[in-house]
């Protein structure tokens, strides 16, 4: 079993910078694939990036590709999620979440563990 706490939200003007935190309770993290995913009202759950329990492979949504940097620390067990040149359609609740696989993945259905959410809103 794994908790999951996002940390970090709040409100920034476009083209600002936000750093998330999700700490994970639980053992073995670093045999947990981590990824982001965000949803903004009335859209569906959308993938933002994704790292692998080693840290070495990481995959990002064409979106936030060039912008946004997931990275993890597994002696703190902890996955970050730094946020750059933000957008008003950055706008959403973003949800960490853990994939029992060495192996990172996209797809939400994928993962076994979710965060309860941290709000970000970026002003225009």
């Known amino acids: 079993q794994v908790q999951l706490v996002e940390s970090g939200g709040g409100l920034v003007q476009a083209g600002g910078s936000l750093r998330l935190s999700c700490a994970a309770s639980g053992r073995a993290f670093s045999r947990y694939a981590m990824g982001w995913f965000r949803q903004a009202p009335g859209k569906e759950r959308e993938f933002v990036t994704a790292?692998?329990?080693?840290?070495?492979?990481?995959y990002y949504a064409d979106s936030v590709k060039g912008r946004f940097t997931i990275s993890r620390d597994n002696a703190k067990s902890t996955v970050y999620l730094q946020m750059s040149s933000l957008k008003p359609e950055d706008t959403a609740v973003y949800y960490c979440?853990?994939?029992?696989?060495?192996?990172?993945?996209?797809?939400?259905?994928?993962?076994?563990?979710w965060g309860q959410g941290t709000q970000v809103t970026v002003s225009s």
């Open positions: 979440a853990a994939r029992w696989s060495a192996y990172d993945a996209a797809l939400a259905s994928e993962y076994d563990y």
């Open positions: 790292i692998s329990g080693s840290g070495t492979s990481r």
